[in-house]
């Protein structure tokens, strides 16, 4: 059985360091393998080149590692567009971290 991905933002991925994660955020700033996006929170994530879904100003999904220093390893993303309500992001994170045996 693979190992579970929680949903993770900005103030509850150091909870997962070593760990892999899924964070939903909007890209603030990408180029170069880092981008900044805002999760709760702002959080860096390294990419790859190939991977083109980390676009500036819009929500995408980030499958990776939790570094040491707090940043995200980017295995994949998922774009989610241009508009999402983040709140509602956030209550699932919630909800999932208070119930991770049902999430997990």
Known sequence: MEAPTPRVNASTRSEHVGSSIRIIGKVNSAGGGRAIIDAGG???ISYHEAVTLITPGRFTEILGKVNQD??????TAID?????DMSIVDNVVEVSQQYRDIFC
């Open 70 to 75: 707090l940043t995200v390893t980017c295995l």
């Open 80 to 84: 989610f567009g241009e508009d999402l």
């Open 42 to 44: 702002d959080v860096e």
